[in-house]
């Protein structure tokens, strides 16, 4: 394996990455190209354009990894079940026949587990795990990837062996815009407000449930006991704390990895210290190491 591509492509953009065979970048490439904004029967021609700035050779690797291996996306990739590693998700990719430019062109598979009796499951969360991993040289630990639907993955052995999603971004967004806590909130969120999120985290961890803990937001401000410029951050903290109340993360005692935009990140970093945790952070790019994993394990096979 020489030159190859890696595409991180989710639901709002597309970011792709030309690398080479020791997963050192050469190059890369982002646009608001998520499935949500290719048409049906236009990935063919979004990959192309894509790719075409590095003059690929016929049969160049390339592989995909989010949305676009969903129901919606270019082609559905089905889940692989947990306990899964590289070399489980290498040997489930979804190739793409006639791939434009005669590429060989593959879709990772999303990952799915069973808790409680219940599905659950990741599509691209699996390779930033993997790749966040691989970046800390570690083969065990817990890995949180915060955003509109939040995982917690549990890995073992180089494995994600277990994991459970919150909805914790949506649900901030449905209270923040579309509920009564609205009206005493500015138009925007504004700044962080660390006191103030932090406020809510505590609050959260006291309150045993948002369904209580969320009033909060309203009659803090009609006593004038909250800033309405702070009100969004203390409403955040109130949503991320009650994911992390629900974690039980007084009883764990793990520093968690936390895998995500610098934004997210510094939330979680402060929810944790609440919990007297640490959360950890990975160097580099966690998708394209995850790829590169994935890749060498596909190789390894052939």
Known sequence: MSRWVALDWGTSSLRAALLDADGTVLDH???PQGILHVSAGGYPKVFASTVERWSLPRGTLCLASGMVGSRQGWREAPYAPCPAGPSDLAARLAW???APGGLRVGIVPGV?????GLPDVLRGEEVQVLGALALLGREDGTFVLPGTHSKWVD???GRLAAFSTFMTGEVYG????HSILARTMPEDDGPLDEAAFLQGVQHARRAQGLLHGAFSARTLALFDWLAADAAPSYLSGLVIGEELRACDLANTGLDPVVVGNPALTRRYQLGLSAYGLHAVVPPGEP???GLHH???ALE???
Request: hydrophobic share 35%; proline share 0%.
């Open 112 to 116: 799915s587990t069973d808790t409680g």
């Open 294 to 296: 994935i890749a060498r």
């Open 29 to 31: 490439h982002e646009a």
């Open 155 to 157: 890995v073992r052995g």
């Open 96 to 98: 793409i026949d006639d």
């Open 174 to 177: 449905l209270l923040r815009r």
């Open 300 to 302: 390894s096979t052939q």
């Open 287 to 289: 998708a394209w190491s």
